[in-house]
């Protein structure tokens, strides 16, 4: 292509990263759509409400938008031919800017992804746990970390700014799965309790309980 179109030899390995970079995002652009759009795999075959799948949707492509915008200017121009220094490290910085608005948007107080991991209005006696009575608390510490992330790296510290952005996002990733099944658990042992409270006879409680539960 470089030949045909008569281009610098030099950017015939920056086309090809371009293209590979612009393929994968249209793929990850096609696949969050078949997966968290309107009656999509989240919705019809996992269950997740609709509410969750959109925000999810509108996550995945704020951080899309981000990354063709941002980083992949950010990969072309910090090499050869360009060698530019202060146009790569703004859009670096955009770019986590904008994954962290995303995350932000995941896991604030009030989210359709947190009500649902917190939620038990299914159970009108049960009370709020540790980890909801404390969410606020740490959505705001997670806040304050991704902005320390920025200013680390806008100082200069590219490579520990990654290091821990990159350990931080596994680990409010282990928070939110563990969270989920701390709450799935304790509402399946709570109905299950009331089942065998109001049957006589705990056997057929727990036939039943299986049954509504398919």
Known sequence: MVATLDLPVSLGPLLSHFLVYFALFMWLWLLSRSFFAKQGVAVSIFRVSQSVALQFLVSIRLVMFTYLACFIPWFIFQGEPFLFEAFPRIAFLLFEAGVGLAIYLLIRPGSPLIKQIFSH??????????????????????????????????????????????????????????????????????????????????????????????
């Open 121 to 214: 209005s299914q159970l009108p006696d049960a009370k709020p746990s540790t980890q909801e009575r404390y969410w606020t608390f740490v959505s705001r510490l997670v806040m304050i970390f991704m902005a320390a992330i920025l200013v680390l790296d806008g100082a200069g510290y590219h490579f520990g700014a990654t290091y821990l952005a990159t350990n931080g996002l596994w680990s409010l990733v282990t928070i939110l799965v563990l969270a989920a099944i701390s709450r799935t658990s304790a509402f399946g042992v709570r109905r299950l309790a009331s089942h065998f409270r109001a049957a006589a006879d705990p056997k057929k409680a727990v036939a039943v309980w299986m049954v509504r539960s398919l």
